[in-house]
């Protein structure tokens, strides 16, 4: 990886990191699944108008994209995330990143090497530690969503790669555009007080979808495609260890949690991991 792209790789986890805690303030404010709704339906909105239409080939690959990214991904994760605590949420989603590499040796036929397969151990090992630093949850539902949330994230990273490149804003538009009806309809089967939260939601709540949108979404996500096109899921896919470490820093600042000997070991664990698998194998002599 050249170093805007690894610069680009860690923006992308530092950008989801913070979205952590805009999401649990505008569940807040907004039943979840409609708060997700309406993150999707401004971004087609932005993007569909200025970008492409995806080519016959490519309709089916976005469609499939926008169900396990957009409708499982987000949508399990979104009501984990309102169901428990933010921390907890954070550390469960790191499973994305083993499961996009064991996907990735199959599908991509990307076989892991050795420092990559370490590294990734050595970050299970930082998640425990995290997980340790969390506490215990009361509810293992909100665990078990956000761990759905995980694999379909990594499926939806997988059928990226394996179907484009795209262009990232066509992705991004026409995906979010076939994401809101199926977040908007599971909204409507559980989830009541839609049209009122619109009103009452305060600033903040608003503030944060505004984050989601065009921090989160547009910038995050654009970088997290771009980089899917140009680099192997093997080199990616590690650097979203980093979310879990931006999302309990941002916890610390923003929701009054405390740094703790526990957060910065696990922390420099997942830095590790992901410097581990940026080291070029050395080339064998012929």
Known sequence: MSAIQIICAVAVPLLWGYQFVAIKAGVTEFPPLFFLALRFLAIALLLVPFVKRPTRAQVVPVAAISIFLGGLN????YVGLGLGSGSMSAVAYQLATPFTVLLAWPLLAERPSVTTSAGVVL?????????????????????????????????????????GPFDPLMLMGWSSLLTVPQVMLMSLLIEHGQMASLVTADRRGWLALAYTIFIGGIVGFGLWFWLIARCSMNR?????????????????????????????????LAISEVAMTQVRPSARPT
């Open 74 to 77: 987000f949508g399990l994760f």
């Open 123 to 163: 970050a299970c090992v930082g998640v425990v530690v995290l997980a340790a630093e969390a506490g215990p949850s009361a509810n293992i539902l909100p665990l078990l969503l956000v761990i759905g949330a995980a694999f379909a994230f990594a499926v939806s990273n997988v059928l990226t790669k394996r179907y």
């Open 236 to 268: 990616v896919a590690p650097f979203g260890l980093l979310l879990p470490v931006f999302a309990l820093i941002s916890s610390v600042l923003f929701l009054g949690d405390r740094m703790t000997p526990r957060l910065i070991v696990g922390g420099l």
